[in-house]
């Protein structure tokens, strides 16, 4: 390992702009992921490492949670940002003492994300005590044993909290929430409160289970699939693959979004010939709906299907299925009959045409899939948005069958897994009474902070340490000043991580980065033992990741290591959890999850078949609906949807092509046509006209909120772009800082950031 020069920051003066792609994937995607492999990790190690993605003994990709097939698997089996991330993450530069010693807190500040996470792999713990300028070496002892003596020196367990990144692995994941309740509190925010939560919620009610009910086989079983709300082309290519596989076998696709997402339109696929150099057009109708529309777009069409049940009895409506499976449905009828299609238009910007054609489609299909993202999850009815789709497919019995079902596709690679291990602030009953009765400690009952309820008491002195298992919480979080004045009232910041991030630079009084084994890394336990850790993917299958490259230092632990070390320093010896065991041999772990975790019986045995195993989905496997009625429920919703006040924007804020999350690996987003910068604002041309501006012009964006307070970005450049009129679309985390607090989602609490009200102001 070795540190290269400093990578160059940003310069947003070399912005350029470009005409939109029309194809994704291809030649240029293979070469562009192999360039940027081989500037990171040497011809050598990329061979090493892009081999061995995704393979049934070789690591789990950390750049999404989209499955792996189930049968044959292709050497290359990941896509050109899987190939970023690994790079990323294995690159052959180091951050270390020196690099602390070189540079400032202050001169840390002044640098953008872009260049902190480019800096390589950390290597040793660091710690910044109070007055220091520059973070300086600790031992692990030492800094285990100041985590303890601040969480011992507590007036409650309540007032520290444990924040959970979605690439943490299930064992890590069992065992944080184990410590965090064996400590006393149930303050276990995760990203999944900003992204998904809203699923979960809605799909909790609907079905009885906060889970997609799809498999990878359903989609070439499928007559129909909904993509709504999101962008694949970027955020989980090789969900493309999936979609063109079902075309092939007669699917119709239609996307819904508000832009015109290039890997939806065209797709190339780079793992055959033909598809190196001849693309398909992956959306069959492209519904470019406004912000916030979907709820009145699934309502409208749930209108136009009992239309067509009348034209056609007994063709449409599954019956049986609604009469012996569902409740609520006479109730849904009446309410979807009276839904004004005039309204439906106005809310979606769709004209009367493309609904009856959308519907028509689904009437006609056996089989229908409805997938969705952030577009859906992040609106103030994005729950309500989601209850919707769900009662399209329970209109058709279209729960539990083959080639049909929902299908939210989450984002980092197990955060589905960190749920099911326990990472949430409002785990069941049964889930902790299991805990207890395992370990022989008493969980709290009360229920803890979710993200935006962690930065409000960190704001209010109501929590005053902030340990983070990964991400970056500071830029994932809305309302970046609020955040980092929050942050900064703490006492302690602790931050187990690979890579530097902002995160690292806005601390507490007393802050420490604890750095840790990455998924390309080889776990080696203090007796020589090759660790391996499990992860569950979007469709609820586990299965075994083994990392197989040397540490970036000696210096480094694993997640599971930092967790039982702190645990033995914080609770002592004679803790009845048994952490030295479970340090010394995963396998002990995971037979602690089969004895708590529900679906993980035999857990050890059945993560090493061949494809792992599939956790048990009662409304997928049996048509069997755990909600309060015992049935699936239709919800009734009333109809909402976003007005643009005059002269102003509603702004979604979206990653860029060359971006996970949070992580930007360059500076370019080719399908969309913008290089070499971060700062633009894409609005439709005719807006950009009305608004007294012209294309290229530098603005400032300013969010407007309901208490009359006002947030602002600075120098952004617009872009003419083709967006529904009224809308904008920029990217986070630079424009999170406009993203209010308070603007969340009704009973998910999960951050509006796919509508803030704006305006531009020239520069």
Not at 720 to 747: F, M, Q
Request: proline share 5%; hydrophobic share 35%; glycine share 8%.
């Amino acid at each position: 390992m070795h540190h290269h020069a400093p990578i160059r920051d940003a310069d947003e003066s070399d912005l350029s702009t470009s005409a939109a792609k029309t194809q994704a994937a291809g030649v240029t995607a293979v070469a562009v992921a192999l360039n940027h492999a081989v500037a990171e990790m040497g011809v050598l190690r990329t061979a090493r490492t892009l081999t061995r993605v995704n393979q049934r003994h070789g690591f789990d990709c950390p750049g999404c949670a989209w499955p792996e097939p189930t049968g044959h698997r292709r050497l290359a089996e990941f896509c050109e940002n899987g190939a970023k991330a690994v790079a990323d993450e294995a690159t052959l530069r180091t951050v270390g003492p020196e690099f602390f010693a070189e540079h400032s807190i202050s001169d840390l500040e002044d640098k953008s994300g872009y260049w902190l996470g480019q800096q390589g792999r950390l290597t040793h713990p660091m710690v910044l005590r109070p007055g220091d300028t520059h973070y300086s070496p600790i031992d692990w002892p030492a800094a285990y044993a100041l985590v303890a003596s601040t969480l011992r020196g507590l007036d409650s367990p309540d007032e520290a909290l444990f924040y959970t990144s979605g690439r943490t692995a299930n064992e890590t994941a069992f065992l944080y929430q184990l410590l965090v309740r064996s400590f006393g509190t149930n303050n276990l925010p995760d990203c999944s409160n900003m992204c998904h939560e809203s699923s979960g919620t809605a799909l909790t009610g609907s079905i009885g289970i906060g889970k997609g009910s799809v498999t990878i086989e359903d989609f070439e079983l499928a007559d129909v699939i909904v993509v709504a709300g999101q962008n694949p082309g970027t955020n989980h290519p090789r969900m493309l693959s999936a979609l063109q596989k079902a075309k092939a076998s007669g699917a119709k696709i239609i996307a819904v979004n508000p832009l015109p997402e290039t890997g939806l339109l065209g797709f190339r696929d780079p793992q055959t010939i033909t598809g190196l150099t001849t693309g398909v057009q992956i959306a069959d109708e492209f519904l470019q709906i406004r912000l916030g529309g979907d709820m009145a777009l699934f309502q409208g069409l749930g209108k136009l299907l009992f239309e067509a049940e009348d034209r056609a009895p007994g063709t449409v409506i599954d019956r049986e299925f609604t009469t012996t499976l569902t409740s609520g449905f006479d109730d849904y009828e009446r309410h979807t009959r009276a839904v004004d299609l005039d309204v439906v238009q106005e809310a979606t910007g769709l004209t009367r045409d493309q609904l009856e054609r959308t519907a028509a489609l689904l009437a006609g299909s056996k089989a229908t899939i409805l997938c969705w993202a952030m577009g859906l999850t992040q609106q103030r009815h994005g729950v309500a948005t989601i209850e919707e789709g769900t009662n399209l497919l329970l209109l058709r019995g279209m729960i539990g069958k083959p080639g049909a079902g929902v299908c939210p596709v989450r984002g980092h690679s197990n955060v589905q897994g960190d749920r099911t291990m326990g990472i949430w602030e409002k785990m069941p009953e049964n889930f902790l009474a299991a805990l207890d009765s395992e370990f022989g400690i008493t969980s709290p009952r009360q229920h803890g902070y979710d993200a935006v309820d962690a930065v409000r008491a960190m704001r209010d002195g109501r929590a005053t340490v902030f340990f983070g298992m990964g991400g970056n919480f500071v830029s994932a979080a809305p309302d970046t000043g609020t955040t980092e004045a929050a942050l900064r009232r703490c006492a302690l910041t602790v931050h187990v991580s690979t890579k530097l991030n902002r995160s690292h630079v806005v601390h507490g009084a007393t802050a420490l980065i604890l750095p840790t084994l990455g998924r390309t890394d080889l776990d080696l336990s203090p007796t020589g033992r090759k660790n391996q850790v499990s992860v569950e993917d979007s469709m609820s299958m586990v299965h075994l990741s083994t990392g197989r490259l040397r540490p970036a230092s000696e210096h480094l632990r694993s997640e599971v290591a930092i967790v039982c070390e702190l645990a033995q320093e914080l609770f002592g010896q004679d803790h009845p959890v048994p952490w030295a065991r479970f340090r010394s041999n995963y396998d002990f772990i995971r037979d602690a999850i089969a004895q708590v975790v529900p679906g993980c019986t035999d857990y050890n045995r059945r993560v090493r078949h061949r494809d792992g195993f599939q956790l048990p989905h009662p409304p997928r496997d049996h048509r069997e609906f755990h909600t309060t009625t015992g049935k699936a429920n239709f919800a009734i919703n009333n109809l909402r949807w976003l007005q643009v006040p005059e002269g102003r924007l509603i702004l979604q804020t979206l990653r860029s092509h060359d971006q996970y999350n949070t992580t930007i690996y360059g500076l370019d987003d080719r399908y969309r046509g913008i290089h070499h910068g971060r700062k633009v604002v894409l609005v439709h041309p005719d807006d950009i006209a009305a608004l007294g501006f012209h294309p290229d012009d530098l603005v400032d964006l300013v969010s407007e909120w309901t208490d009359g307070t006002e947030r602002r970005v600075t120098d952004f450049r617009l872009v003419p772009y083709s967006t529904p009129r009224g809308n904008a679309a920029a990217y986070y985390p630079e424009t999170n800082p406009l993203v209010p607090l308070d603007h969340v989602a009704e009973r998910s609490n999960t951050p509006v950031s796919k509508a803030v009200t704006i305006r531009l102001e020239r520069k």
